[in-house]
């Protein structure tokens, strides 16, 4: 039997134990669900709410139609994002819906969902298969598409000499801006009114809205791509003499975006013909995508590519009179000088209309194109590889500010011992609208010894520290380790001085992906730390208590020369400048203190007197200079404990910053524990 010292210590080492696993893992990275990346079979109804991200291969669904009586639909339904690309003209499909069985009669087989809730994104490349062989019905695909981000580029496996409507079908529903890269040139849409039960397949003799017979598609608000095979991959068919048919088109069309190429000095261009439309008029937009002689609009306005033909060049053919075709915009973006700059040429289209034996024609007439010059994906690139070394010494600052952060509740005669803790936090940064995650482990062990009317702590730490930055345009990431001294002199009426100094290295990295091509930087620095806080515990009524703070903090991170990676090539080359950070911070905490321990409210207000940053970026004639200033005046604020049990302290705090305009923490977390010896 135990004694009640051995069951206090094996309390203790459960709590210790704990304390530690909790600073070891807090908010090193978000818990994520699990990816799947290798293909999948499914031969049950099941909902998968994973994220999907395949490279070549595929995502079956089988159901069962057999003599021996087994008569089942299985229906798999995928609502997380979904991502499957197949090399271009792969054999092997992307999405396949199957019947297993040898009986001939029935319509039981598999059923395929993809984003039903069309909150998620889609992208897909490759063929999509719903037959094996003979004339019954064998699968349904149902794909929901919508977002400038989702895509499908591909087709079904069964052409338009095939009749779809014999194997099964597949509902392709596009919206705000997601898009289709079809490969076949003729199609053939189904009537797909869902009051008209004849238009979809039956389980159990009623009929299953999830069975579309034959291809049913919805293109309002979506964009059908005939200029590229897929995003960012132009077409291996000569630009402007490609014809795309649709046939039974009906209503599915109207609020669609087509999507051309041409080549007007050559008197070429894309056409799309609509057969079978029908309504009281559809409106569509058109687009022209790429043109060879865009270039030639460089730094100019309104720049006129026009045909030779009188009247202009054929574009778009409906069988439906009524119908209007608007010419809209796109913006086509090219890097220059390694990708330092970027030019954007809008291209907009100048339609004419007319009917003639029955049907809308519309031809374009010129094309009017317009460049702006922008910062390029290097230059984007190398701006935020800069803005993060302030980033990074803001988080890496947190390790060193604030000894109640750090250490917990220090008091004048405690005892030398071993601390660790974990933190993480959130911030924004930088002219790129850039969001940083990051999370780190910090370790350090003292001794404790008397000093006149108080104790001195004087002890070393170690730190490691992992970060990543991302934006709508690029990923970056970087890594930190250090060492450090530190003393803490802890005097009787609650007077508190603490110092700590600590020398390390950082590596960044950053990567943006421009139109296929990637653009990379990274470099490794040096850097150093120092910092002084001094406070005064103030007793209040009761056990309540105040405590008024000041801290000077000061930082440099050395220079810097790297060369960016422009698509694999040496691109150019960055300089960097140092960079030094003084802080001053004044606050204050208020809190409850009792035997267990304490938990407080704090508030401070902080200054950054430096921060200047500075990065010169040249290739061959070309020199981009780039300054930013990351002085600013913000509060801090948050909320905190800390716990004695038995030898160990556990201490832990949340904080948050406001008024912040360089480097906006939007949360900060730190859970640790410390343990007497």
């Given at each position: 039997?135990?004694?009640?010292?051995?069951?206090?210590?094996?309390?203790?080492?459960?709590?210790?134990?704990?304390?530690?696993?909790?600073?070891?893992?807090?908010?090193?990275?978000?818990?994520?669900?699990?990816?799947?990346?290798?293909?999948?079979?499914?031969?049950?109804?099941?909902?998968?709410?994973?994220?999907?991200?395949?490279?070549?291969?595929?995502?079956?669904?089988?159901?069962?139609?057999?003599?021996?009586?087994?008569?089942?639909?299985?229906?798999?339904?995928?609502?997380?994002?979904?991502?499957?690309?197949?090399?271009?003209?792969?054999?092997?499909?992307?999405?396949?819906?199957?019947?297993r069985g040898g009986a001939t009669s029935g319509d039981y087989t598999g059923i395929l969902i993809i984003n039903p809730d069309r909150t998620k994104t889609v992208q897909l490349q490759g063929k999509i298969h719903v037959s094996t062989s003979g004339g019954s019905k064998h699968g349904y695909i149902n794909l929901y598409l919508r977002g400038e981000d989702s895509y499908f580029a591909g087709d079904t496996?069964?052409?338009?000499?095939?009749?779809?409507?014999?194997?099964?079908?597949?509902?392709?529903?596009?919206?705000?801006?997601?898009?289709?890269?079809?490969?076949?040139?003729?199609?053939?849409?189904?009537?797909?009114?869902?009051?008209?039960?004849?238009?979809?397949?039956?389980?159990?003799?009623?009929?299953?809205?999830?069975?579309?017979r034959g291809l049913h598609l919805s293109a309002n608000g979506g964009v059908i791509d005939m200029a590229f095979a897929a995003p960012h991959t132009p077409r291996a068919a000569a630009v402007g003499e490609r014809t795309l048919i649709f046939n039974n088109t009906q209503t599915a069309l109207n609020g669609a975006t087509f999507r051309i190429s041409t080549d007007l000095a050559q008197n070429k261009a894309?056409?799309?013909?609509?057969?079978?439309?029908?309504?009281?008029?559809?409106?569509?937009?058109?687009?022209?995508?790429?043109?060879?002689?865009?270039?030639?609009?460089?730094?100019?306005?309104?720049?006129?590519?026009?045909?030779?033909?009188?009247?202009?060049?054929?574009?778009?053919?409906?069988?439906?009179?009524?119908?209007?075709?608007?010419?809209?915009?796109?913006?086509?973006?090219?890097?220059?000088?390694?990708?330092?700059?970027?030019?954007?040429?809008?291209?907009?289209?100048?339609?004419?209309?007319?009917?003639?034996?029955?049907?809308?024609?519309?031809?374009?007439?010129?094309?009017?194109?317009?460049?702006?010059?922008?910062?390029?994906?290097?230059?984007?690139?190398?701006?935020?590889?800069?803005?993060?070394?302030?980033?990074?010494?803001?988080?890496?600052?947190?390790?060193?500010?604030?000894?109640?952060?750090?250490?917990?509740?220090?008091?004048?005669?405690?005892?030398?011992?071993?601390?660790?803790?974990?933190?993480?936090?959130?911030?924004?940064?930088?002219?790129?609208?850039?969001?940083?995650?990051?999370?780190?482990?910090?370790?350090?062990?003292?001794?404790?010894?008397?000093?006149?009317?108080?104790?001195?702590?004087?002890?070393?730490?170690?730190?490691?520290?992992?970060?990543s930055a991302r934006n709508s345009d690029l990923d970056g990431s970087y890594r930190s380790h250090f060492f450090g001294a530190y003393g803490s002199y802890m005097g009787k009426r609650g007077d508190y001085l603490d110092a700590i100094v600590k020398y390390g290295r950082m590596t960044n990295n950053a990567t943006a992906v421009f139109d296929g091509s990637a653009f990379t930087g990274g470099y490794g620095?040096?850097?150093?730390?120092?910092?002084?806080?001094?406070?005064?515990?103030?007793?209040?009524?009761?056990?309540?208590?105040?405590?008024?703070?000041?801290?000077?903090?000061?930082?440099?991170?050395?220079?810097?020369?790297?060369?960016?990676?422009?698509?694999?090539?040496?691109?150019?080359?960055?300089?960097?400048?140092?960079?030094?950070?003084?802080?001053?911070?004044?606050?204050?905490?208020?809190?409850?203190?009792?035997?267990?321990?304490?938990?407080?409210?704090?508030?401070?207000?902080?200054?950054?007197?430096?921060?200047?940053?500075?990065?010169?970026?040249?290739?061959?004639?070309?020199?981009?200079?780039?300054?930013?200033?990351?002085?600013?005046?913000?509060?801090?604020?948050?909320?905190?404990?800390?716990?004695?049990?038995?030898?160990?302290?556990?201490?832990?705090?949340?904080?948050?910053?406001?008024?912040?305009?360089?480097?906006?923490?939007?949360?900060?977390?730190?859970?640790?524990?410390?343990?007497?010896?």
């Open positions: 039997m135990k004694t009640n010292a051995e069951k206090k210590q094996m309390r203790l080492r459960a709590q210790v134990a704990l304390a530690l696993t909790l600073g070891m893992s807090i908010l090193p990275a978000a818990a994520l669900a699990e990816t799947i990346t290798t293909s999948r079979t499914y031969e049950e109804n099941v909902t998968v709410t994973d994220d999907v991200d395949i490279a070549d291969g595929t995502i079956i669904v089988t159901g069962f139609n057999d003599w021996s009586r087994r008569h089942e639909d299985h229906t798999a339904t995928l609502k997380g994002n979904v991502r499957i690309i197949n090399p271009l003209n792969s054999p092997r499909q992307i999405l396949e819906s199957l019947r496996k069964e052409n338009a000499t095939d009749s779809l409507e014999a194997y099964g079908g597949v509902r392709l529903e596009l919206s705000e801006g997601a898009t289709w890269y079809p490969e076949w040139e003729e199609h053939r849409l189904s009537d797909s009114d869902p009051n008209n039960p004849a238009n979809f397949g039956r389980t159990g003799g009623v009929t299953n809205p999830n069975k579309p894309d056409n799309i013909v609509l057969n079978g439309a029908t309504g009281a008029g559809n409106n569509y937009k058109l687009q022209v995508a790429s043109n060879p002689r865009v270039n030639d609009a460089l730094r100019r306005a309104n720049y006129e590519i026009a045909p030779t033909v009188a009247g202009g060049i054929e574009v778009l053919r409906s069988s439906n009179a009524n119908d209007t075709v608007e010419a809209s915009e796109y913006t086509m973006r090219k890097t220059e000088v390694a990708g330092l700059l970027r030019s954007d040429f809008t291209l907009k289209p100048v339609l004419s209309e007319a009917v003639e034996s029955g049907s809308k024609v519309v031809r374009i007439t010129k094309l009017l194109v317009t460049d702006e010059e922008a910062e390029g994906p290097a230059l984007q690139a190398a701006d935020v590889l800069m803005d993060m070394a302030v980033a990074q010494m803001s988080a890496w600052r947190g390790e060193n500010n604030d000894l109640h952060r750090r250490m917990g509740a220090l008091r004048a005669g405690g005892e030398s011992g071993a601390w660790v803790r974990g933190y993480g936090g959130r911030n924004e940064f930088g002219r790129h609208s850039t969001t940083g995650r990051y999370s780190g482990v910090q370790v350090g062990i003292d001794r404790a010894a008397p000093l006149k009317d108080g104790t001195l702590f004087t002890g070393v730490a170690a730190s490691m520290m992992n970060g620095v040096n850097g150093w730390n120092i910092s002084v806080e001094y406070g005064r515990r103030m007793p209040l009524r009761g056990h309540f208590y105040w405590t008024p703070q000041a801290e000077l903090n000061y930082g440099r991170i050395g220079g810097t020369s790297y060369t960016m990676r422009a698509a694999g090539l040496p691109g150019a080359r960055v300089d960097n400048d140092a960079v030094t950070t003084l802080i001053g911070r004044i606050g204050t905490q208020i809190g409850y203190e009792d035997a267990m321990g304490s938990v407080y409210l704090k508030l401070g207000f902080l200054h950054e007197f430096k921060g200047d940053l500075h990065m010169r970026a040249t290739y061959g004639s070309t020199a981009i200079d780039r300054s930013y200033s990351a002085r600013d005046s913000y509060f801090e604020y948050g909320l905190g404990f800390a716990r004695r049990v038995g030898r160990a302290d556990l201490y832990g705090e949340v904080s948050r910053t406001a008024g912040a305009d360089a480097i906006k923490e939007n949360w900060k977390a730190n859970l640790g524990v410390r343990v007497g010896f």
